[in-house]
């Protein structure tokens, strides 16, 4: 089955300081994507970055970047420069492309709470 | 503006009543989802639905109903069955293939 871990439930960064967030993920299958999502105190969820199993380079979005390390099946979220407007729930996401008739559901992680600080 | 509309953004429910969450988007996606999501945790997927006529279980679709007649539309029902059903419910719209994009959610606590 797979499965989504995020093993951090709170991080702490300083403010303009760089922050990674873990994910690692269990699949069976070779065709799938990464996604991270973060969602700030109102509830929404805004898409950040996302990774296929078949890129050979690692995602890049503004500050955002995704460090995959596909043999460790890991896909960590790098932060760079942080701002106050970061800290929100991060949640690490993944689709498995395999699986037919699956409509392109989403299995999510527990989520990272990010605060920033001053 | 394209996105999704979910409605209403709070909802009070008293034991024993059925609620229906309203859900709509306007970004000619075939798919839609629902989540729920319990305070501190990740979502869970409750149903899902690639074309209209059609829509298949998630992972805890046990006490919830869904319906898809429209394109635009995919509203979820609570039902009484549903042993804890105070949470946040989230409504996703996508290709089958990008990323899902989300409504604002709705509340629901019971009273």
């Known amino acids: 089955a797979q499965k989504i871990t995020q093993t951090q439930p709170g991080m702490f960064v300083q403010e303009k300081e760089a922050v990674t967030l873990d994910c690692t993920y269990d699949t069976s299958d070779q065709s799938y994507g990464l996604f991270w999502y973060k969602q700030p105190s109102s509830g929404e969820m805004i898409f950040l970055i996302y990774q296929g199993s078949y890129d050979e380079q690692n995602a890049t979005e503004g500050r955002y970047s995704l460090n995959f390390q596909k043999a460790r099946k890991s896909a960590n979220l790098v932060i760079s420069a942080s701002q106050l407007g970061d800290s929100a729930m991060y949640f690490c996401?993944?689709?498995?492309?395999?699986?037919?008739?699956?409509?392109?559901?989403?299995?999510f992680g527990q989520g990272t709470e990010l605060s920033v600080k001053p | 503006d394209g996105g999704i509309t979910q409605s209403p953004k709070y909802l009070f429910r008293k034991e024993g009543q059925n609620v229906t969450l309203s859900c709509e988007q306007n970004?000619?996606?075939?798919?839609m989802y629902w989540y729920r999501q319990d305070p501190g945790q990740g979502l869970r997927l409750i149903y899902y639905s690639q074309i209209v006529n059609d829509f298949q279980k998630g992972d805890i679709a046990e006490g919830y109903s869904v319906s898809r007649e429209k394109k635009e539309s995919f509203p979820l029902t609570v039902t009484s069955a549903q042993k804890n059903p105070t949470a946040f419910y989230l409504c996703?719209?996508?290709?089958?293939?990008?990323?899902?994009?989300f409504g604002e959610g709705s509340r629901l606590t019971v009273l």
């Open positions: 996703a719209s996508s290709t089958g293939t990008g990323e899902l994009f």
């Open positions: 996401a993944m689709r498995d492309f395999s699986l037919a008739y699956q409509g392109g559901k989403l299995i």
């Open positions: 970004l000619n996606h075939d798919a």
